[in-house]
């Protein structure tokens, strides 16, 4: 029987063993209770004292405990095994007869090389299957395994010791390696290497941009407690701290912003960071194609920019702040494939059109660019854009006197009433049609020569039509004077600009915009305006007149009033409430023809008036209606230094007064409207114009007597040339009161 600690009642022993011996040593609370399994002779008796195993207690006594046998009472007949293995190697002889059930076991087997009689191969097992080994293993294994936990432990102990309160091992702030040092050695080192930083310029990356910023400059500097308190201390657990000899941790640092000034400096990096997105095409310079490289456009992100810039600015390597990419869609490819394959073989001739009478027209090479362009084609590449319009606009004028251009049907006063002048057709190129093979032209290698093609052009207004347009009478008419020859030669250049014009059904009637500039260029001079509510002179001055006389003559035709502006201060060659001031580009004069007959504008001008008479098909009467003066103003006083700038005048008041028109119909009478416009005059300012005081005569030598005091002269009275100018700018303010002004 092995020796062991267990209980026995209900133990069965494993198949294949013998009675009384057991496989496994027995352990108690960790400890080994058998050095080895002991052989027991069969025939012992039962009540045979046990062994007596030994056993290490917690104390590290040894004490002894002794293991009772079972007794016979304990045995059981199934308990008991059918087959019992002979005693071999003890000096006593085999049994002689079969075994107890009848069973002859077979025989033993052969020892294992080296194994002595008992089983034992020599190293200390007594059945061969490895029981001693094992258990040595086992003790070995959980001596290294308690030795390696007490160094571990003695370890800890000393490292939680020695390093309380440290940095952990392998942190840098910044790139600044500060593990394993005290909280206030760590900021000692952290402000040493990262201050100067603030007021250095760092590295700032946006997009495909790098450029520089002085953190200092925009707001930010170190948060040394805060980020102190961020790189913690050593951990307590102590995986984490065998780890930290292997491993590393940067931590940031903490900053502190001024919103204001970091913002600024974001704003300050949007010139050099921000873009426009560009599309790869092609250009022409001359002659010469050009390929334009597509670049993606891109924008800062101005508050995550500045995020950025406060989390990592103190970084060894600068920071990266984000931006917005605007994408483009051609590619590189595309735009060497419209260089390579379309624009370099249009410029690599000229385009000639042939008109009539031999005739010709030359599109130049370097005229090309003016014809093609490219789009993106939403494929990556580029689309060529062929511009017959524009191509028409260089070759036109080079065969224009090829052309038959259509006359509008127009009308003549000659014989004192509207005649219909008959329309004339034209003939005129069809460039659209002469240039339809534009693209092939442009690509071939060979001559390029096109004919140009001619077709029928009808005017715009036909004899047909002006006939039924009902100008036949006077509808409107209006005659002012007055003015001086300066405004007399602006005002007859500008209506015969406007004679003979066609105001169409429906159509609305421009001033500035019929006789365009009114410039030295155009034959106009320089005369009165009204310049900041004074008088002043201007190239063009005058016109105002020709615009009062056309109000009023389209007052009295009934027209509809789209746009006009009284003067600032009343003329008084001009109906009050009822008249008109032009200047060209800011202020002008509009009517328009609200009937379904034409209107046609006739100009009458003479050296001392001038007419305007509207023509058309008469429907209503009109009559205006002068409201009273009332809420008088009185004129400030102007003055101005002496010479050609300045105009003296007498001055004015200002009052408000109203118009109101009644217009009633030609053949009913009855009224048809009935509208009032108030119109508030400025008073006119009192100018003086003032010669400069002379300089005072040198102080006289000192005299050798002291001769009698002189009467003191009367400097209160004027000198006859102060009379003399006193009197000329007085008849200057009589007439500038009739003076025109524009």
């Known amino acids: 029987m092995s020796g062991g600690i267990g209980k026995h009642s209900g133990a069965q022993q494993r198949p294949g063993f013998p009675h009384g011996q057991s496989s496994d040593a027995v352990q108690r609370e960790g400890a080994e209770f058998a050095e080895s399994d002991h052989q027991v002779d069969a025939n012992a008796p039962a009540d045979a004292p046990a062994p007596v195993a030994a056993t290490s207690g917690s104390d590290g006594v040894t004490e002894a405990i002794t293991v009772e046998a079972p007794t016979a009472e304990d045995v059981r007949p199934e308990d008991v095994p059918?087959?019992?293995?002979?005693?071999?190697?003890?000096?006593?002889?085999a049994p002689s007869g079969p075994p107890p059930g009848g069973v002859v076991p077979p025989p033993p087997a052969p020892p294992a090389p080296g194994a002595d009689s008992a089983g034992s191969d020599g190293s200390g097992g007594s059945d061969g299957s490895g029981g001693v080994d094992s258990a040595k293993r086992r003790r070995i294994a959980i001596g290294a395994a308690a030795g390696v936990l007490a160094v571990g432990a003695a370890w800890y102990v000393v490292d939680l010791a020695t390093s309380s309160g440290q940095?952990?091992?392998?942190?840098?702030?910044?790139?600044v390696a500060v593990g394993g040092q005290s909280h206030a050695d760590a900021e000692a080192t952290l402000r040493a290497a990262i201050d100067p930083r603030?007021?250095?310029?760092?590295?700032?990356?946006a997009g495909d941009v790098t450029t520089e910023l002085v953190p200092a400059e925009a707001g930010l500097a170190v948060d040394w407690q805060a980020t102190v308190d961020r790189v913690g201390s050593q951990p307590l657990n102590p995986i984490t701290r065998l780890t930290s000899y292997f491993t590393h941790q940067e931590v940031g640092v903490t900053s502190t912003r001024d919103d204001a000034a970091l913002s600024a400096a974001v704003e300050g990096l949007r010139p050099r960071v921000d873009r426009s997105p560009v599309e790869g095409t092609v250009v022409f310079e001359g002659a010469k194609p050009v390929g334009v490289a597509p670049q993606a456009g891109q924008a800062l992100d101005a508050g995550a920019a500045a995020d950025a810039l406060a989390d990592g600015w103190a970084a060894v390597d600068g920071v990266e702040v984000p931006v917005t990419v605007a994408s483009v869609t051609v590619t590189q490819s595309g735009v060497d494939r419209a260089l390579n394959d379309v624009a370099t073989p249009a410029v690599a001739a000229d385009l000639t059109v042939t008109g009539r009478d031999d005739k010709k027209a030359v599109l130049a090479r370097d005229q090309v660019g003016t014809v093609l362009s490219f789009a993106p084609d939403g494929d990556g590449g580029l689309a060529p854009q062929f511009d017959v319009d524009a191509a028409a606009g260089v070759l036109g004028p080079q065969l224009v006197g090829t052309e038959v251009a259509p006359k509008d049907a127009s009308f003549t006063l000659a014989g004192g009433s509207p005649?219909?002048?008959?329309a004339v057709a034209g003939e005129m190129i069809e460039w659209h049609k002469t240039l339809e093979s534009l693209p092939t032209l442009l690509a071939q290698s060979g001559p390029r020569t096109v004919a140009a093609v001619y077709e029928p052009k009808q005017p715009e207004l036909t004899t047909e039509a002006a006939n039924k347009l009902g100008i036949n009478e006077v509808i409107g008419e209006f005659t002012s004077g007055g003015f001086e020859y300066a405004s007399g030669v602006n005002i007859r250049l500008a209506a015969s600009e406007i004679d003979g014009a066609l105001v169409k059904p429906g159509a609305t009637f421009s001033l500035n915009g019929h006789t365009g500039p009114r410039g030295t260029a155009e034959g106009y001079?320089?005369?009165g305006i009204i310049n900041h509510g004074r008088p002043d002179r201007a190239v063009g001055g005058g016109i105002s007149q020709l615009a009062t006389t056309l109000y009023n003559a389209s007052y009295f035709a009934g027209m509809e009033d789209v746009d006009h502006t009284e003067h600032s201060y009343y003329i008084s060659r001009y109906p009050e409430a009822r008249e008109a001031t032009v200047f060209e580009g800011a202020i002008d004069l509009k009517f328009k023809n609200d009937t379904d007959t034409g209107v046609l504008i006739q100009t009458i001008g003479t050296?001392?008036?001038?007419?305007?008479r509207l023509w058309g098909t008469k429907r209503v009467d009109v009559e205006s209606i002068t409201g009273d003066r009332y809420a008088a103003t009185s004129p400030n006083t102007i003055t101005l230094p002496a010479g050609s700038d300045c105009i003296a005048s007498g001055g004015a008041q200002g009052f408000t007064?109203?118009?109101?028109?009644?217009?009633t119909d030609a053949e009913t009478g009855a009224e048809l409207s009935r509208?009032?416009?108030?119109?508030?005059?400025?008073?006119?300012?009192?100018?003086?114009?003032?010669s400069p005081e002379p300089a005072p005569a040198p102080a006289a030598p000192p005299a050798a007597a002291a001769a009698p005091a002189a009467p003191a002269a009367n400097t209160s009275q004027p000198s006859a040339a102060e009379r003399r100018q006193e009197r000329a700018q007085e008849r200057e303010r009589e007439r500038e009161r009739d003076r025109d002004d524009e």
Do not use: E, H, W
Not at 657 to 663: G, K, L, M, Q
């Open 675 to 690: 509208d009032t416009r108030t119109v508030k005059y400025d008073p006119v300012p009192i100018v003086r114009c003032v």
């Open 525 to 527: 001079v320089a005369s």
């Open 167 to 175: 940095v952990p091992r392998g942190v840098t702030v910044a790139g």
């Open 82 to 93: 059918t087959t019992v293995l002979p005693r071999v190697a003890t000096g006593q002889p």
């Open 419 to 422: 005649t219909v002048v008959p």
């Open 657 to 663: 007064t109203s118009d109101t028109r009644v217009i």
């Open 198 to 205: 603030a007021q250095q310029p760092v590295t700032v990356r």
């Open 607 to 612: 050296s001392s008036d001038i007419t305007v």
